[in-house]
C-alpha cells in the first residue's frame, strides 16, 4: 500500500528548510510482495525433524531405520553414510560429524534430547 506524504506533513518531519531525507512515497512492508513470488511466502524453509521425530528416532531404531528408508542414498550429503540422530543432519565426510559433535548446536540439542 502506497500512501503520498503532504506537504504540511514533510514540513513537520523534515529540517527548518521543509527538507526529508525519506521518498516521498512510504510502502507499508506487511504488503510487500514475495522476491520470487506469491508461493515462497507459504512454503517452509529449511525444514528440520521435530523434537518428538527425534526422540523417537534415538529411541527406537526401527522408527529411525524408517526414516533412512524414505531418502536415496545418491540424494544424501556423502551417500548417506554420517547422520547425526539429535540434530537429524546429514554430513559428508566423518570429520565433519565429528566436528559437529563438538559444536555447541550440537550440544544443545543433545540436552534437549535427555530432557524428553
Known amino acids: 500500500m502506497l500512501s503520498k506524504i503532504s ?3 514533510n514540513a513537520l518531519h523534515g529540517n527548518a528548510h521543509g527538507n526529508i531525507h525519506t521518498p516521498d512515497l512510504i510502502r507499508d512492508p ?3 510482495p514475495a522476491i520470487r513470488g506469491a508461493k515462497s511466502k507459504r512454503k517452509t524453509r529449511r525444514y528440520t525433524r521435530d523434537a518428538d521425530q527425534i526422540h523417537a528416532d534415538a529411541h527406537d531404531p526401527a522408527h529411525l531405520r524408517r526414516y533412512h528408508d524414505t531418502k536415496a542414498t545418491e540424494d544424501l550429503p556423502g551417500l548417506g553414510q554420517w547422520y547425526c540422530v539429535e540434530c537429524a543432519r546429514w554430513f559428508e565426510a ?3 560429524l565429528i566436528s ?3 559444536s555447541k548446536p550440537h550440544k544443545r540439542m543433545y540436552v534437549m534430547h535427555l530432557i524428553l
Do not use: I
Open 7 to 9: 506537504p504540511s506533513e
Open 30 to 32: 506487511s504488503t510487500m
Open 94 to 96: 566423518e570429520a565433519n
Open 100 to 102: 559437529h559433535q563438538k
